[in-house]
């Protein structure tokens, strides 16, 4: 089966806490892609990041980071000193070459900081 | 660079009117799009997918329809409106159909049927 499950539905914090997002994902594939993408009040969903499935590096953007562990088939996301403008919903995804063009998304995790 | 268009930006129709919805992309040819539904505090779901012009993938059996007239345009229809059709549509479009392209997606339309 190819899926993606964010156990997440919700999270609130209090500002300038850390948080992580939790994404574990099932493939048959060998080879895939891993993204998240941030979804603000605006609607628009925004690119965040890709992940080849051979490089297990972690990998830091500023307050982002990511946290890939192929043992457990997870990506997690974690945001440091969290700000009100990182309140939107984040989607965890997967593409796998035997979808074809399609990328299999989780349902979402819906973040809010409170200030 | 590249940007995706989608208009309008905010519809309200009755059950059982038509239904147009339509993206555009610039500055690349040749794009995979794709058309997605999101149910309100839902995640996405795929609608169609098309990797030409006039090659379209349907998703799931439902009252809607896509067409792809032009290489970079991608047109979401139904003849006939129903009230679970409500919801937020956004067009995502990616380079190719290799696996590791990401989708850029366009700001979504609004639909809420009555």
């Known amino acids: 089966a190819q899926k993606v499950t964010q156990a997440q539905t919700e999270i609130s914090v209090v500002e300038k806490e850390d948080v992580t997002l939790d994404c574990v994902y099932e493939t048959r594939d060998t080879t895939y892609y891993l993204f998240w993408y941030k979804q603000p009040p605006s609607g628009e969903l925004v690119f965040l990041i890709r992940r080849n499935s051979f490089d297990e590096q972690n990998e830091i953007s500023g307050r982002y980071s990511w946290n890939f562990q192929k043992s457990t088939s997870s990506f997690n996301f974690t945001i440091t000193a969290s700000q009100v403008v990182d309140s939107a919903v984040y989607f965890c995804?997967?593409?796998?070459?035997?979808?074809?063009?399609?990328?299999?998304f989780g349902s979402g995790t819906r973040l809010s900081i409170r200030p | 660079s590249q940007t995706i268009h989608q208009w309008p930006a905010t519809l309200v129709q009755p059950v059982g009117s038509p239904l147009s919805l339509e993206c555009t992309v610039e500055?690349?040819?040749?794009?995979?799009l794709y058309w997605y539904r999101q149910a309100a505090g839902r995640g996405l779901q795929l609608l169609f997918y098309?990797?030409?012009?006039?090659?379209i993938s349907s998703e799931v059996p439902q009252n809607l329809s896509a067409s792809r007239p032009q290489d970079r345009q991608f047109i979401l229809s139904s003849k006939k409106l129903l009230l679970s059709d409500s919801g937020f549509y956004l067009c995502a479009w990616s380079k190719g159909a290799g696996a590791y392209n990401e989708q850029f997606f366009g700001p979504g339309t609004r639909l809420t049927v009555l």
């Open positions: 098309s990797v030409g012009i006039g090659q």
């Open positions: 500055g690349t040819s040749n794009p995979n």
């Open positions: 995804a997967l593409s796998p070459p035997s979808s074809a063009s399609k990328i299999i």
